[in-house]
């Protein structure tokens, strides 16, 4: 079979975990905040700082109305990572310096690096830790979360959909335990945000970090979201100004909140239409290329798992090899952070993988600019690449 290809640009782009590119319709709100509109937002003498100061209340109240939260309850970060610090270091010093009586703080091992580090980084400070395991399929054990949340316990950091195997965990069962116990809940969103519906009251979330670049906004801002009512209480990590409720000083960006208030106004009008397609073209994908290629197992849940994501093991191949042998697909191993780092990823380890199988496992991420045309190309090049790839096993 050949492919007519005319209309797809190449390499295609299969790595939306990694990061989305900017919508164009984000880009154009973005723009006069660059040039003319150069105010800063937290001058309130004059129009130039009220404009900018208007335009960073519109940009709250759009991120707010995604997840079902208060304007007053959004805080403006640099991107999930600082959200994440800020979040699970922000919650132990308060605690540390105000109460001082809880002492456990519950995470996930299967957690982006940047939720693993900050949580091992208070375990120094004197904090009792617990890296709760994963099953098979990647979620939290409902029984084991049961078991280590206590009076004793400050925090758990659950994250919504993971960012190599996209599997979702069950939010609503673990905010009804963590606020029947007293216990902040504080969840990884980064991924989910914008692909899924997110509701911060029925999921009892406290805390809740969110990125720019994983839903069509620019890279450099993200969110935190404070729990007011009851309070979710967190010192700041930057000493300064006093800015966004005194929990993050700094000066805003208003390109970039402006930015990521529009990402999130389009994904949540977009957002079911949207999760259908990707379902669809996900589907499309599978169906084709198992019956192009044997023993591909997909990693994690079908099930829970978010629509654009594909984490494929594939039998007999070195994921690194198919890389080389399909250059006119861009897509990655394991996760971005940490693929020039050659070990295998903490998520395939935890779901149960040999360090083999997660050789050979790839992650195929599809979003809101691919087409089913881009789809078959794409199953097309990689079962020629696995074929290839085979082959050349088979005849070393
Ligand atoms: C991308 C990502 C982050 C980091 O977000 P940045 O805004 O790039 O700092 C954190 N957690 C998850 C799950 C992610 O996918």
């Known amino acids: 079979m050949t492919m007519d290809t005319a209309n797809i640009k190449l390499p295609v782009y299969l790595d939306y975990h990694a990061s989305t590119p900017v919508d164009p319709r984000v880009l154009e709100v973005m723009l006069p905040w660059f040039t003319e509109k150069f105010g800063n937002p937290h001058s309130s003498s004059h129009s130039f700082g009220r404009e900018a100061a208007e335009a960073v209340e519109k940009a709250r109240g759009q991120v707010a109305d995604l997840i079902g939260a208060d304007p007053r309850e959004i805080i403006f970060t640099s991107g999930a990572t600082e959200s994440n610090n800020l979040a699970i270091k922000g919650a132990a010093n308060f605690e540390r310096h105000h109460r001082n009586k809880r002492r456990r703080i519950v995470t996930l091992v299967s957690e982006h690096k940047c939720v693993l ?8 400070e004197g904090f009792e830790t617990v890296f709760l395991p994963v099953d098979q399929d990647g979620r939290v054990s409902m029984a084991d979360l049961d078991r280590v949340v206590d009076d004793e316990t400050l925090l ?53 970090s969110i990125s720019g670049h994983k839903l069509y906004g620019p890279k450099g801002v993200g969110v935190l ?17 006093g800015q966004e409720r ?41 169906e084709r290329f198992n019956a192009r290629v044997g023993g591909a197992v997909l990693n994690g849940s079908l099930e ?18 198919l890389i080389d042998l399909a250059p006119d697909l861009a897509f990655s191993t394991g996760s971005a952070c940490t693929s020039d780092v050659v ?13 083999g199988q997660a050789g050979s496992s790839i992650r195929l991420g599809l979003g809101r600019f691919t087409t089913a045309d881009e789809v078959d190309f794409a199953v097309d090049h990689l079962a020629e690449a696995v074929g290839q790839s085979r082959r050349q096993a088979g005849a070393a």
């Open 117 to 124: 580090e900050s949580v091992r980084d208070v375990e120094r």
């Open 156 to 208: 758990v950091s659950i994250m919504a959909a993971n960012n190599e195997i996209g599997v979702l965990q069950p939010l609503e069962e673990i905010g009804a335990l963590t606020r029947e116990r007293g216990v902040l809940f504080h969840t990884d969103a980064a991924q989910a945000v914008g692909k899924i519906p997110i509701d911060v009251e029925g999921a009892n979330i406290d805390l809740l």
């Open 225 to 241: 979201f404070m729990r007011r009512r009851p309070r979710a209480r967190i010192e700041p990590l930057f000493s300064g100004g």
């Open 246 to 286: 005194t929990i993050r000083s700094g000066t805003l960006a208003p390109p970039l909140v402006v930015g990521i208030g529009e990402a999130c106004a389009i994904a949540g009008q977009e957002l079911e239409e949207e999760r259908g397609r990707l379902t669809a073209l996900r589907h499309r994908f599978l």
């Open 304 to 321: 829970n798992r978010l629509p654009g994501n594909i984490s494929l093991r594939i039998e007999g191949v070195d994921a690194l090899a």
């Open 343 to 355: 070990e295998p990823s903490h998520v395939l380890r935890a779901i149960g993988l040999e360090d």
